[in-house]
Every structure is written in structure tokens, then in C-alpha cells.
């Protein structure tokens, strides 16, 4: 079965090539819009639910369409951040302390009209920083297009000192929960590197 990913995030086309998985990428044009009325789960579950639909609107065949999106809960949501400043703040706010990784799955086949949601969670621990490590992180730029503003399997590594769940959720795709939703699909991963 045909499969597409509705995403430009190269963190998470790697993790589905890992999974071995042949896929296009269509990314969701649409601006992501948090939805604050939702508790964070059902935000990141309808969040990756849309980018998904937006990209099967215009398919008719047999398909799986995977949508995915991360937010990172400390205090209120982080999203990504629109500047270096936010990033710094962000930062601050996570530091010495434990915070939220959620990340919502969304598959949808347009042929069959079926439709699946579910989300990961993650509990990471990041370590004392002091204001000069975090200013020189953000100058790398690698924050900038991250929810939280770091990225776990970047630079921002060295600043982590525990996690509790899927380290792979934490990069914005949790390749398990992912692998037990495309079998209900009728993909078997493991079929498909035979062939």
C-alpha cells in the first residue's frame, strides 16, 4: 500500500526510512494552528489529524496518509520558537526541571475513509544551564524549528539527563506507537523489506 507523509521534517522522514518504509512526502502546507481549548494529548492528536486530511483531500487511491505533530508541555504549551529571545526563554523555562513531550499520530487512508489517532508521551529531564550555555545553543540555530527549542539528537543532547518513554517521540516520531498503527492498517514492515 501506498504511503505519505505529510511532513517536511527531515527528523522524521529518517526515523520511517529507519523503519524501512517506502513513502513520499507531501507536506501540509496549512499553519498550525494550537488549539488551546484541548487538553495537550487531543491537541497534538488533531493537529497531526489535520495535516493529515489537508494532504488526503486530493487522493482518491488506496492510501496511508501519516500525519504527525510535537509539542513540548511545560507551563503551557511550547511551540516552536519565532526567535532567538523566545528560544532563550523557552530554554530558561526547561532547564532544571522535567517537561512534556507529546507527539499525535494521525493515519488516514482516503480510500476506505479509515481513520486513526494516537499519541506518545515522554518525560525529559533537562540539566542546570547556565544562561551563556543556552545563548551559544541558540546561536547554532538548531532550535529554531523545534518544539521546546531543542533537538534531542542535535547538540541539545548534552543537556539531557533522563527521560522517561520514547526516545524517538522526542525527535517527532515514535517509530512504536507508529508501527502498531500502521498494522492496523494491514502493513507489516517486516513483509515489506522482504520484497
Request: net charge negative; glycine share 10%; aromatic share 8%.
Amino acid at each position: 500500500m501506498k504511503i505519505i507523509l505529510a511532513s517536511s521534517s527531515p527528523r522524521r522522514k529518517q526515523l520511517l526510512e529507519q523503519m524501512g518504509l517506502q513513502f513520499d512526502i507531501i507536506p501540509a502546507g496549512g499553519h498550525e494552528e494550537l488549539l488551546y481549548s484541548l487538553d495537550p494529548e487531543e491537541m497534538a492528536q488533531e493537529l497531526a489529524y489535520n495535516k493529515a486530511l489537508e494532504v488526503a483531500s486530493g487522493i482518491t487511491a488506496q492510501t496511508i496518509i501519516i500525519g504527525a505533530d510535537t509539542i513540548v508541555v511545560k507551563g503551557g504549551i511550547l511551540g516552536k520558537p519565532k526567535s532567538q529571545k523566545e528560544a532563550i526563554e523557552m530554554l530558561l523555562r526547561l532547564q532544571s526541571n522535567t517537561h512534556q513531550v507529546i507527539t499525535g499520530l494521525a493515519l488516514i487512508d482516503p480510500w476506505s475513509g479509515k481513520v486513526q489517532k494516537g499519541y506518545e508521551k515522554t518525560l525529559v529531564e533537562m540539566a542546570p544551564m547556565t544562561l551563556k550555555d543556552i545563548e551559544y545553543y541558540v546561536a547554532t540555530g538548531e532550535p529554531m524549528d523545534k518544539a521546546g527549542g531543542y533537538g534531542i539528537q542535535g547538540l541539545a543532547g548534552v543537556f539531557i539527563s533522563k527521560i522517561e518513554g520514547c526516545y524517538f517521540n522526542v525527535m517527532g516520531l515514535p517509530i512504536h506507537r507508529l508501527w502498531k498503527m500502521l498494522g492496523e492498517f494491514g502493513v507489516d514492515i517486516f513483509d515489506n523489506l522482504m520484497q
